[in-house]
């Protein structure tokens, strides 16, 4: 099945309201890690959807080979114990789906990088130990502990991004706190999102996931 909708937002930029959004909209969404309902295949439950799109580009060519049925990316990314996969930071990946998939449209959750920042320091361990340990694109282990450090990763991200895709119409980035960013979406992606909100809350900070 060929690909739809894949989002290079970061986490904690409403990732999960957007993969929820999309499978109110009617697509078949994956989200970071793929759940049993998802799918009746077996040996995909539990799989990371950064791992299946890295063995699928390496092995195929086509990073979507090993996600059939999914139409739409909205989380890809892990980063688990020293395993740090950042496919939407990945440019040879992206012109893959661009390549296998044409016509593919490409979202870029954002928020302010402050806020994006707060939100990965209280979400578990991700900034507190996870992103200073590892090695993720543009921030190599040992960086990443202060609010500067994650701040300039994040904002380089999204210029990244920019500058990849810098005007081609089958790429938008969006403020998830927009009022209308339902609006704006829909409207980009020609279909109707019946569905907006918050989830993955962080009561503490009240930040999205």
């Not at 930029?13 to 793929?34: E, W, Y």
């Not at 950064?50 to 086509?62: P, S």
């Not at 740090?84 to 016509?103: C, F, K, N, V, Y």
């Not at 993720?136 to 202060?146: C, N, Q, V």
Request: glycine share 8%; no cysteine; net charge neutral.
């Amino acid at each position: 099945m060929t690909l739809k909708v894949v989002n290079l937002g970061l986490p904690k930029t409403g990732t999960t309201t957007l993969a929820k959004a999309l499978r109110r909209g009617g697509l078949h969404a994956a989200d970071h890690r793929i759940l049993p309902h998802q799918t009746p295949v077996t040996e995909l439950h539990g799989q990371f959807v950064a791992d299946l799109l890295y063995r699928g580009y390496y092995e195929t060519g086509d990073p979507a080979t090993y996600l059939p049925g999914f139409e739409a990316l909205s989380e890809m990314s892990v980063l688990q114990h020293s395993r740090s996969l950042w496919p939407q930071m990945d440019h040879g990946l992206i012109e893959a789906i661009r390549t296998h998939h044409p016509g593919v449209k490409f979202l870029a959750s954002n928020r302010d990088s402050f806020k994006t920042s707060q939100s990965m320091l209280a979400w578990s361990d991700l900034g507190t130990s996870r992103l200073p340990a590892t090695n993720a694109p543009g921030l190599p282990a040992g960086y990443g502990e202060t609010t500067a450090q994650r701040v300039q990763w994040i904002e380089a991200h999204y210029a990244h991004m920019r500058a990849i895709f810098r005007g081609d119409p089958n790429f938008f980035e969006y403020d998830v706190a927009a009022p209308d960013a339902r609006d704006q979406i829909s409207a980009f992606l020609g279909f109707d999102l019946p569905w907006w909100g918050k989830l993955n809350v962080n009561t503490l900070s009240e930040v999205v996931g």
